[in-house]
Every structure is written in structure tokens, then in C-alpha cells.
């Protein structure tokens, strides 16, 4: 079992940066995907960009070369470094983690990207 906690939303005017952080309750040295999906007011939840054990991360199309995921086994975090906010990119952003045919989601946090 994995517990994840989200951290470093909030409100930003666009062209902004914020940078998200998802600490886990435990080593994720061996965590076979960590990631970020995202979900707008009524809309449905969308993958961001991952973080394969061992392989190169993945982004959607709407993020690529704005927003870069990375994370540090030592501290247990994963993180979100979001660049060049737009309004669009409001929403309550989502960590994810599967492992051992297990996923285990944080509570997210709230994004908001306005003047």
C-alpha cells in the first residue's frame, strides 16, 4: 500500500510557473510508473505526463516542452515543474502511482491559471 500526498497548487497568472510535488508514504526506488493526471471542472480525468521505472517519461501533447515530471528516490517525491501556464491548464491536478498490479491515487491539488 502506497499513500500519496500532493502539494504546490494554487493560483498563478498566465505565462507563470508552479511546481508540484507527490511525496509517497514509502520508497519509491521500485515503483514501476509514477505520474500526473489532471481533471477540469467538468471534465474527465486526463493523463499529464509519467515516469516509467527505467524508461523515459511521457507527456500529453497539450504539456510537451511546458511542463517536465522528475522525482528523487531519496526523498520519496515525485514532482511536477509546470512552465508557460496557461488557462487552459486549470484544474485539480492528480499523482498516481502503480505498482505490483496496484494504483494508488493522492487527493490532488488545485491549480488555477488566471489574471
Known amino acids: 500500500h502506497v499513500q500519496l500526498e500532493e502539494s504546490g497548487g494554487g493560483l498563478v497568472q498566465p505565462g507563470g510557473s508552479l511546481r508540484l510535488s507527490c511525496v509517497a508514504s514509502?520508497?519509491?526506488?521500485?515503483?514501476?510508473?509514477m505520474g500526473w493526471y489532471r481533471q477540469a471542472p467538468g471534465s474527465q480525468r486526463e493523463f499529464v505526463a509519467d515516469i516509467p521505472r527505467g524508461s523515459p517519461s511521457t507527456y500529453s501533447a497539450s504539456v510537451e516542452g511546458r511542463f517536465t515530471v522528475s522525482k528523487d528516490n531519496t526523498e520519496n517525491t515525485m514532482y511536477l515543474q509546470m512552465n508557460s501556464l496557461k488557462p487552459e491548464d486549470t484544474a485539480v491536478y492528480f499523482c498516481y502511482v502503480y505498482t505490483k498490479g496496484s494504483e494508488y491515487w493522492g487527493q490532488g491539488t488545485q491549480v488555477t491559471v488566471s489574471s
Open positions: 514509502r520508497s519509491i526506488f521500485s515503483i514501476d510508473v
